[in-house]
């Protein structure tokens, strides 16, 4: 059964629905739903353990994103299928976050002081550091084009997990995409939490700087206000490191997207692409920061 014959068949819907394609999905297929009582967005997507993606984890960490005010309220529940109230509002893009890099960090400061007390049952853990070496399993089982890249990644891999520095544990998004964020005109919501789990704020800061691509001095400023304090060589450090991991995982990610995944209109390869050029870039700026060690 299709998607969208899946979400018409939902008991939840009262009287007649119109049912309208969302685009712009990397990984899921999502309507929004119009019925006698309101609109809703529906999403569906199956458990995608090769992205340590499971969806009844992703429905728990929802419901508590909507209980910390930071999106909207999960009304109905299927096995891969989650319905939340439609909120009128318009997507980021990077040029947004860069404009607006204050509000945006506001949510993502409010992820890590109340999302974790409000999470029940299982919990997801998020270190990109097994996430890369993980992938790195899946392109050689898949005998990928990029398998002779794999030791040199992982050597790198190696080297900028050493450059972490210790840090509380936090419950964090860890899909810091610009279209993640969304403005009603009088807020901001943080939607699409299919990787949130415990790990160190670290992640989400560097992920949001590179897949906004931050400048430097925005960078600098984030961590300022997020520690609260000017930051020292070894949390500069760790951040550039970190941001240089994020980008890689986001172009493996792309990679293994195109081994097992299939989303009408999306172009993995070209994806990988894209993030495979920040992740040289970044590695570059990494190495002429901190040298090669």
């Not at 495979?276 to 990494?286: F, G």
């Amino acid at each position: 059964m299709s998607a969208e014959a899946r979400v018409r068949e939902l008991p939840f819907w009262k009287g007649p629905i119109d049912l309208v394609p969302l685009k712009g999905g990397v990984s899921n297929a999502s309507f929004t739903v119009q019925d006698s009582t309101g609109k809703y967005v529906a999403r569906v997507g199956a458990d995608y353990p090769f992205h340590h993606v499971f969806r009844e984890a992703e429905v728990i960490t929802s419901q508590a994103a909507f209980e910390a005010g930071l999106s909207p309220e999960v009304v109905y529940t299927a096995p891969g299928i989650m319905v939340v109230r439609f909120i009128e509002a318009r997507t980021y893009t990077e040029a947004d976050v860069r404009a607006h890099p204050d509000e945006c960090l506001d949510m993502v400061i409010r992820c890590h002081l109340e999302m974790g007390k409000r999470i029940s049952g299982q919990a997801n853990i998020f270190w990109v550091f097994h996430v890369l070496r993980d992938y790195a399993h899946t392109i050689k089982a898949a005998k990928h084009r990029h398998v002779p890249d794999i030791p040199r990644w992982m050597a790198e891999v190696e080297r900028l997990e050493k450059a972490q520095v210790p840090l509380p544990i936090i419950f964090g998004h860890h899909d810091l995409l610009p279209t993640n964020f969304m403005d009603d005109g009088t807020r901001l919501w943080l939607i699409d939490w299919e990787y949130g789990g415990f790990g160190t704020a670290m992640f989400d800061l560097a992920n949001i700087a590179s897949n906004n691509q931050l400048t430097e001095k925005a960078e600098c400023e984030m961590l300022e206000d997020y520690f609260e304090r000017p930051p020292d060589e070894a949390l500069l450090r760790s951040f550039y490191a970190m941001k240089t991991a994020s980008a890689l995982r986001e172009a493996v990610w792309g990679m293994v997207s195109e081994i097992h995944l299939a989303a009408p209109g999306v172009d993995y390869v070209a994806y990988a692409r894209e993030y495979l050029t920040r992740y040289e870039r970044m590695l570059a700026d990494y190495n002429s920061k901190f040298g090669l060690t």
